[in-house]
């Protein structure tokens, strides 16, 4: 590295803090642990939340994950907390309700990492200016008391103000609601933060390979340390299963019998230029070609536009976008806007995957259950899936629950409407240092604060879930990953095979993200 300017010393970073996140300081307190009383396996929304629901009650809590945290649909999310607003059209009031209500919570107990955001939609004709303004009108009074915004209706000349590039043809008003917004990577660093600072422990790259038993009932895991390749065994005295998409797979290696109960659904969203969507103003679309809507949001000084609802049999850890779906969200954004999206203006596209609940005489994914769901096998092992974002708390909740009944626990009272999640923007500030790339803001001290406290080891941890990049702009991300992987290189002591293997594995997976040309 002859030449190079990546000296540690620059970063002013804090080498020790109550808020660090320390791989081995977690596989120190997993090795000393005899009996858990409750393991947790998968590492996104609901898995992290139930880890800090069952630690808050005081069980010994751990909570593994096989790749990194949110790696699946937990990162691929449209970046919204909200009620559902499709839900209403289907009747599904409590859903809705439920869903509003937890909003609330999340944006008061993660307040520097989440905000409100106003919509509009747009109505074409005075039929759907009455019927979607009052529709809305009845989202917000389901929130009751957590109202975060009344809904207006708005004539035309007010929408085209605030949404120059809407498209004015037959255009006749609007309705503005209000939503909440986040990064959903960044809330699952702080659910990990906050689980391990009450007593909670957290691993990521740790896979849970084999269950053990004793009189037909779960008591224990083999898991495997993928950095490391090396095996532990845990004894615990109930075990969920929080793996998402992949909760069939875990189920059948516990019974190898076990009936699918998921429904994998695809979701897709592109990525592209505020030049092309300039409002502050979230887009919703009421109706799309396959009767379903769409949103464009502001995100990072990039718009995300979406998504679709696309059955699939293939679950997979990178899910790719069709050609089919790409094409969907490009024809229907340019529908509402005066704007001619092409493929070429995607700046990248990522691609997640529903666990919808099964259900019978039901042939489309988007009229599927989004409400969860929690199995207890004769075995003992306690499944969630379902659910969405939003709600992570809630489903975290009831599966713990569940769980304290299953394994015999003690009842001891859910506590996480009250407790303050740790937020990336309260962790830490830092002296000026060189950008990684020189059209986005993210430093070189966030690549070892990463590193350091938010336990990144590889790669691909760190340009795609701890920073962003790879979900804002692929271009941009391959530019930035020689130097972003020295720097991690350097930190954790790797050696330049180790270099050269995550400098292609990330180019690999990054050209994933970008559609075919």
Same mark, same amino acid.
């Given at each position: 590295?002859?030449?190079?300017?990546?000296?540690?010393?620059?970063?002013?970073?804090?080498?020790?803090?109550?808020? +660090?996140?320390?791989?081995?300081?977690?596989?120190?307190?997993?090795?000393?642990?005899?009996?858990?009383?409750?393991?947790?396996?998968?590492?996104?929304?609901?898995?992290?939340?139930?880890?800090?629901?069952?630690?808050?009650?005081?069980?010994?809590?751990?909570?593994?994950?096989?790749?990194?945290?949110?790696?699946?649909?937990?990162?691929?999310?449209?970046?919204?907390?909200?009620?559902?607003?499709?839900?209403?059209?289907?009747?599904?009031?409590?859903?809705?309700?439920?869903?509003?209500?937890?909003?609330?919570?999340?944006?008061?107990?993660?307040?520097?990492?989440?905000?409100?955001?106003?919509?509009?939609?747009?109505?074409? !004709?005075?039929?759907?200016?009455?019927?979607?303004?009052?529709?809305?009108?009845?989202?917000?009074?389901?929130? #009751?008391?957590?109202?975060?915004?009344?809904?207006?209706?708005?004539?035309?000349? !007010?929408?085209?103000?605030?949404?120059?590039?809407?498209?004015?043809?037959?255009?006749?008003? #609007?309705?503005?609601?209000?939503?909440?917004?986040?990064?959903?990577?960044?809330?699952?660093?702080?659910?990990?933060?906050?689980?391990?600072?009450?007593?909670?422990?957290?691993?990521?790259?740790?896979?849970?390979?084999?269950?053990?038993?004793?009189? #037909?009932?779960?008591?224990?895991?083999?898991?495997?340390?993928?950095?490391?390749?090396?095996?532990?065994?845990?004894?615990?005295?109930?075990?969920?299963?929080?793996?998402?998409?992949?909760?069939?797979?875990?189920?059948?290696?516990?019974?190898?019998?076990?009936?699918?109960?998921?429904?994998?659904?695809?979701?897709?969203?592109?990525?592209?230029?505020?030049?092309?969507?300039?409002?502050?103003?979230?887009?919703?679309?009421?109706? !799309?070609?396959?009767?379903?809507?769409?949103?464009?949001?502001?995100?990072?000084?990039?718009?995300?536009?979406?998504?679709?609802?696309?059955?699939?049999?293939?679950?997979?850890?990178?899910?790719?976008?069709?050609?089919?779906?790409?094409?969907?969200?490009?024809?229907?954004?340019?529908?509402?806007?005066?704007?001619?999206?092409?493929?070429?203006?995607?700046?990248?596209?990522?691609? #997640?995957?529903?666990?919808?609940?099964?259900?019978?005489?039901?042939?489309?994914?988007?009229?599927?259950?989004?409400?969860?769901?929690?199995?207890?096998?004769?075995?003992?092992?306690?499944?969630?899936?379902?659910?969405?974002?939003?709600?992570?708390?809630?489903?975290?909740?009831?599966?713990?629950?569940?769980?304290?009944?299953?394994?015999?626990?003690?009842?001891?009272?859910?506590?996480?409407?009250?407790?303050?999640?740790?937020?990336?923007?309260?962790?830490?500030?830092?002296?000026?240092?060189?950008?990684?790339?020189?059209?986005?803001?993210?430093?070189?001290?966030?690549?070892?604060?990463?590193?350091?406290?938010?336990?990144?080891?590889?790669?691909?941890?760190?340009?795609?879930?701890?920073?962003?990049?790879?979900?804002?702009?692929?271009?941009?991300?391959?530019?930035?990953?020689?130097?972003?992987?020295?720097?991690?290189?350097?930190?954790?002591?790797?050696?330049?095979?180790?270099?050269?293997?995550?400098? +292609?594995?990330?180019?690999?997976?990054?050209?994933?993200?970008?559609?075919?040309?």
């Amino acid at each position: 590295m002859a030449g190079s300017k990546l000296s540690m010393h620059r970063f002013l970073l804090p080498l020790s803090h109550n808020n +660090t996140v320390n791989r081995e300081k977690q596989w120190l307190a997993l090795n000393e642990t005899p009996v858990w009383d409750i393991v947790i396996i998968g590492g996104g929304a609901t898995g992290l939340g139930a880890a800090l629901d069952a630690a808050s009650r005081g069980f010994k809590t751990l909570c593994v994950e096989k790749t990194d945290f949110s790696k699946g649909t937990s990162s691929r999310s449209t970046k919204l907390i909200h009620g559902g607003v499709r839900y209403l059209e289907q009747g599904n009031f409590n859903m809705v309700k439920s869903a509003l209500h937890e909003r609330w919570f999340l944006l008061k107990n993660a307040r520097l990492a989440t905000k409100k955001i106003p919509f509009i939609l747009p109505t074409y !004709t005075w039929w759907q200016y009455i019927y979607y303004g009052f529709g809305l009108m009845l989202y917000d009074f389901l929130s #009751g008391k957590f109202s975060i915004g009344k809904t207006r209706f708005l004539n035309k000349a !007010t929408v085209i103000s605030l949404i120059l590039e809407i498209n004015r043809t037959s255009l006749k008003g #609007g309705i503005q609601y209000f939503d909440g917004q986040f990064d959903d990577s960044q809330i699952c660093i702080s659910l990990v933060k906050t689980a391990i600072s009450r007593g909670a422990t957290v691993i990521n790259h740790l896979s849970a390979e084999e269950f053990i038993y004793k009189n #037909g009932t779960i008591t224990g895991i083999h898991l495997r340390d993928k950095l490391q390749d090396q095996v532990v065994t845990v004894t615990s005295k109930v075990v969920i299963n929080a793996t998402g998409v992949f909760a069939d797979e875990l189920m059948k290696k516990d019974n190898r019998l076990h009936h699918n109960i998921v429904t994998p659904s695809q979701g897709i969203h592109i990525v592209v230029d505020r030049r092309h969507y300039t409002a502050e103003d979230a887009l919703l679309i009421p109706k !799309t070609t396959d009767g379903r809507i769409l949103f464009a949001v502001p995100w990072h000084d990039k718009v995300v536009i979406g998504t679709t609802d696309t059955k699939t049999q293939t679950i997979t850890e990178e899910p790719m976008a069709s050609e089919d779906e790409i094409k969907f969200v490009l024809d229907n954004f340019n529908r509402y806007t005066n704007h001619h999206l092409t493929k070429a203006d995607i700046k990248s596209v990522f691609t #997640g995957l529903r666990p919808l609940v099964k259900m019978k005489d039901i042939q489309s994914t988007a009229d599927l259950v989004r409400d969860h769901t929690i199995v207890v096998s004769e075995s003992g092992l306690v499944t969630v899936t379902g659910g969405k974002w939003t709600t992570y708390r809630k489903m975290a909740r009831d599966v713990v629950n569940k769980a304290m009944r299953t394994g015999g626990l003690p009842f001891r009272r859910c506590k996480t409407k009250r407790i303050k999640l740790w937020t990336h923007n309260n962790d830490h500030t830092f002296s000026t240092s060189p950008q990684i790339h020189p059209e986005y803001d993210f430093t070189e001290a966030d690549v070892v604060y990463a590193v350091r406290h938010q336990m990144a080891s590889t790669l691909e941890d760190v340009l795609a879930r701890r920073i962003r990049l790879l979900f804002l702009d692929v271009e941009a991300a391959l530019s930035a990953a020689p130097r972003t992987c020295r720097l991690i290189q350097l930190e954790l002591g790797k050696d330049e095979v180790w270099y050269q293997n995550q400098l +292609t594995q990330f180019s690999l997976l990054a050209k994933q993200y970008l559609p075919t040309l």
